[in-house]
């Protein structure tokens, strides 16, 4: 059948055929979306570097407003919203005003969505040839800004705040989802590896106010994480403890560890050394949380496959992995009674729990 439907013939006959014309119609409309794709990317990035969702969310605005305030010209900011509203960003309203539609208003709206479009600058050079990026190892952009990525020398306070500050800006979306899904009522003491500027336990702390909190990371991030502490008087007596997590010891006498965005950084070896540690630093009957965006099984996904498997691709370390995968890694560091917590969110991540045997 794919060979038939490959042939340049067949398209001629079936736009003859009623029905196979309307099936044809919505796979050409599939491609062209395909094709078309970064260039939708780029109009978003460029609403969201000019401000623009920001300014509109005050009301409806003409193109001269608009265009005065991206120092754009008016003709081109005109080509920008129409772009964006022709991919439902915008609404465009008569004399060539436009308004926010909800899903404009919905970027303006997630915490820290903005800064992260702004990241993907990046992650486009990186992609700019795929085809060298699958057959080469060489040093992408992406690395580099990850810098503790494969990098076997001290990392200073500089570089590691370039990336947790972008790290916790991500975190507040997935702080939220994973605490939707990971009740914690019951829980005495809570270990964060790998934890970054706090963003996380933050928003552990407003939920659950009396749970004690470590944060375990790197000493030159663990600095910005006692910064943003400081003046916060919700975060006092929150234990800050500097370390590597694949050198070091995890800290001890928690009953519940968490990886946020850890697993799918790094390779199988460390995944394995991670998993032995936290084994054994948790109390008996205590759980590991693991929130990451995760691969699909049977199905690939189109964010865990896709998008974050290219992504770490750039990295040049880790992969998405199955919750399949996982259980499996689990299950080899002597963990029982694996949970995956479902979630209609699995795009920005997916939790899933795992208890430490009692005996």
Known sequence: MNELVAQPKFHTLVKKIPILKRLAAND???????????????????????????????????????ANHGKIDPQKMLLLCNAASAIGLLKRKPNSYYVLTRLGAAIEGVQGLDEMILHH?????????PVRLLRQDFQTELKDFWSYVGNKKKINEGQASVYSNLMGTSQYIVAEETLDLVNLKGFSHLIDIGGGNGTFLSQVRRRYPNLALTLFDLPSVTKTAQDNFKNDRLMEGVNIIPGNFIEDE??????????????????????????GKAFAALKPGGCVVISEPMAGAKFPTRSGDAYFGFYTLAMTSGKPRSKPQHFEFLRAAGFKGMENLNNINNFVTSVIVAKKPRK
């Open 121 to 129: 600058k990046i992650f486009y050079r990186d992609l700019q040839d």
């Open 250 to 275: 995890f800290p001890v006498d928690g009953d519940t560890i968490f990886f946020n965005r850890v697993m799918y950084d790094h390779d199988d070896s460390i995944v394995s050394l991670l998993l």
């Open 28 to 66: 050409g409309r599939k491609i062209y979306d395909l094709v078309s794709g970064f260039v939708y990317s780029q109009v978003l990035l460029a609403m969201v570097e000019l401000r623009l969702f920001r300014f509109l969310l005050s009301g409806e605005k003409s193109i001269r407003e608009l």
